[in-house]
């Protein structure tokens, strides 16, 4: 590149040589570089000469100084332009998408920082899913040490089956020790899950997320209408954060929150992956071991999971960000069917009749302490995991009227 400075006198500078075309300009110089310096003859005001290359960011001229060109050149500050993806519109572009589409997006996106959360349940889909977009994955698990025999079980199919490891996560033993020794074993029993919960999962879950951008989790809309019915297919989390630290730091991906359970079931079918064997047995949503019961047919999958508080917030924590503030402590009354958010029933009782009622543990400890009953009550207990409960024969009540 050259720089020419025109003058009366012909002056020209160049990027190899300084060189004055008057007849007297035969005076050697010495080399530095690709530049010869001038003698104090041959000096150039640059000051009181015009640049044909406008200098960026020039400093103000002075007067009566040799400034060489170069200094007065100031490189610009280069600011590294950083995109923020706007989720909200993410999430509607791809509302329509196949799961199969959201995953790879997904993974594409936060390659190595992105992790699939799996419980052992039906969300083994996503893990087929992942298989199937041919990018790498990981997965990781929460180990609460309360898991049922055949959920650890099939862990170890499904590492086998996709050639992969788990990463599980394991609670603090220190808090699990101080709970178990304060409480005892079953204490969720009495004063509720969510203090078990917390410890057992919540904060694992919490540590492990520290470490990425993003996770992919099985949600559906239709797992849990009180809590899960408006979950997006991609959302910053609310609640928990990423690697970066700060609430918004983290990305949560739902590939099948707009896939219908039995969908899931027909997919999952259709190419032959290892399932939890307690699947067959009548478990629809699986926890631990001592908060998931067997449910029956036609009855919602989250009535398996914590069936002794009436709760229709049936969450354990992971998923906090999907409770409204009015419905976190709510129950679900005595009311006949499951309730929704807004309070309307989403499933009418099996039974048409308005002498029958279905009621909660509160409604039958109410009853029991009733002295002054005018008619007879007769109250049927069902234990969906007793063995003969299960083969009880479902009446219709309403011939019998």
């Given at each position: 590149?050259?720089?020419?400075?025109?003058?009366?006198?012909?002056?020209?500078?160049?990027?190899?040589?300084?060189?004055?075309?008057?007849?007297?300009?035969?005076?050697?110089?010495?080399?530095?570089?690709?530049?010869?310096?001038?003698?104090?003859?041959?000096?150039?005001?640059?000051?009181?000469?015009r640049?044909?290359?406008?200098?960026?960011?020039?400093?103000?001229?002075?007067?009566?100084?040799?400034?060489?060109?170069?200094?007065?050149?100031?490189?610009?500050?280069?600011?590294e332009?950083?995109?923020?993806?706007?989720?909200?519109?993410?999430?509607?572009?791809?509302?329509?998408?196949?799961?199969?589409?959201?995953?790879?997006?997904?993974?594409?996106?936060?390659?190595?920082?992105i992790?699939?959360?799996?419980?052992?349940?039906?969300?083994?889909?996503?893990?087929?899913?992942?298989?199937?977009?041919?990018?790498?994955?990981?997965?990781?698990?929460?180990?609460?040490?309360?898991?049922?025999?055949?959920?650890?079980?099939?862990?170890?199919?499904?590492?086998?089956?996709?050639?992969?490891?788990?990463?599980?996560?394991?609670?603090?033993?220190?808090?699990?020790?101080?709970?178990?020794?304060?409480?005892?074993?079953?204490?969720?029993y009495?004063?509720?899950?969510?203090?078990?919960?917390?410890?057992?999962?919540?904060?694992?879950?919490?540590?492990?997320?520290?470490?990425?951008?993003?996770?992919?989790?099985?949600?559906?809309?239709?797992?849990?209408?009180?809590?899960?019915?408006?979950?997006?297919?991609?959302?910053?989390?609310?609640?928990?954060?990423?690697?970066?630290g700060?609430?918004?730091?983290?990305?949560?991906w739902?590939?099948?929150?707009?896939?219908?359970g039995?969908?899931i079931?027909?997919?999952?079918?259709a190419?032959?992956?290892?399932?939890?064997?307690?699947?067959?047995?009548?478990?629809?949503?699986?926890?631990?071991?001592?908060?998931?019961?067997?449910?029956?047919?036609?009855?919602?999958?989250?009535?398996?999971?914590?069936?002794?508080?009436?709760?229709?917030?049936?969450?354990?924590?992971?998923?906090?960000?999907?409770?409204?503030?009015?419905?976190?402590?709510?129950?679900?009354?005595?009311g006949n069917?499951?309730?929704?958010?807004?309070?309307?029933a989403?499933?009418?009782?099996?039974?048409?009749?308005?002498?029958?009622?279905?009621l909660?543990?509160?409604?039958?400890?109410?009853?029991a302490?009733?002295?002054?009953?005018?008619?007879?009550?007769?109250?049927?207990?069902?234990?969906?995991w007793?063995?003969?409960?299960?083969?009880?024969?479902v009446?219709?009540?309403?011939?019998?009227?």
């Amino acid at each position: 590149m050259a720089f020419a400075v025109p003058s009366s006198s012909s002056t020209a500078i160049s990027g190899s040589s300084f060189a004055r075309s008057s007849a007297s300009s035969d005076l050697k110089v010495p080399q530095i570089g690709s530049f010869r310096l001038a003698d104090r003859h041959a000096t150039v005001n640059l000051s009181q000469k015009r640049c044909a290359v406008k200098p960026v960011n020039a400093e103000p001229k002075r007067n009566e100084s040799i400034v060489p060109l170069a200094a007065t050149i100031v490189a610009p500050e280069v600011s590294e332009k950083v995109e923020v993806e706007d989720y909200e519109q993410l999430a509607k572009d791809l509302d329509n998408a196949s799961p199969l589409e959201i995953m790879d997006k997904a993974l594409e996106k936060f390659g190595n920082d992105i992790a699939i959360a799996f419980s052992g349940a039906e969300d083994v889909a996503l893990i087929e899913y992942a298989k199937l977009t041919g990018r790498p994955f990981r997965v990781f698990s929460l180990d609460t040490g309360r898991l049922n025999p055949e959920t650890y079980r099939f862990f170890d199919e499904v590492e086998k089956h996709y050639g992969i490891r788990i990463e599980y996560m394991f609670p603090d033993a220190v808090e699990v020790q101080a709970l178990v020794r304060s409480k005892g074993l079953f204490s969720f029993y009495e004063d509720g899950h969510q203090e078990c919960c917390r410890v057992r999962k919540v904060r694992p879950l919490r540590r492990a997320l520290k470490g990425l951008r993003a996770w992919i989790t099985g949600q559906r809309k239709d797992q849990s209408p009180g809590t899960r019915s408006e979950v997006p297919v991609v959302q910053v989390d609310p609640v928990f954060e990423g690697l970066a630290g700060g609430i918004g730091s983290l990305v949560k991906w739902n590939p099948v929150a707009n896939v219908d359970g039995k969908d899931i079931w027909n997919f999952l079918r259709a190419v032959n992956v290892p399932v939890n064997s307690l699947h067959s047995q009548g478990y629809v949503s699986i926890g631990c071991e001592p908060c998931t019961r067997p449910v029956l047919p036609g009855q919602h999958e989250r009535e398996g999971r914590w069936w002794w508080e009436d709760s229709k917030a049936k969450e354990c924590g992971l998923h906090k960000g999907n409770l409204k503030q009015d419905s976190a402590a709510q129950l679900n009354g005595n009311g006949n069917g499951a309730a929704n958010s807004n309070g309307t029933a989403t499933q009418s009782d099996i039974f048409n009749s308005q002498n029958l009622v279905t009621l909660s543990r509160t409604g039958i400890e109410n009853l029991a302490r009733l002295e002054s009953r005018k008619e007879p009550w007769l109250v049927v207990l069902y234990a969906p995991w007793c063995q003969f409960c299960q083969v009880t024969p479902v009446l219709n009540y309403a011939e019998l009227g």
